[in-house]
């Protein structure tokens, strides 16, 4: 069974830093590329990041560039999102998810698998 599992969310003040973990089992994570998004309260779902399976390359949202960093450790099947200088508009349910093709990495409906999601808040 395919589970990916979010943790690290929380609150924090504006300029702060929060680091979110997404945990994978049940499908081989060194073969998909791993995406963030995020969607904050009455907004649509907004690509963050991603990461590719075997070179690692990354991409980023314009919103977040020079402030977010993705990474993998694909010994441990985990993704992480570093966030650093928060902003109030950061605030936002974060989701990773995992896709198999190696395109259109920034629309969700590429993502073949998704995690139910970590609450951030950051407080002005």
Known sequence: QVELQESGGGLVQAGGSLRLSCAASGFTFSTYAMGWF??????????????????GSTYYADSVKGRFTISRDNAKNTVYLQMNSLKPEDTAVYYCAARKTYYGYMRGQNYDYWGQGTQVTVSS
């Open 38 to 55: 995020r969607q904050a309260p009455g907004k649509g779902r907004e690509f963050v990041a991603t990461i590719e399976r075997s070179i």
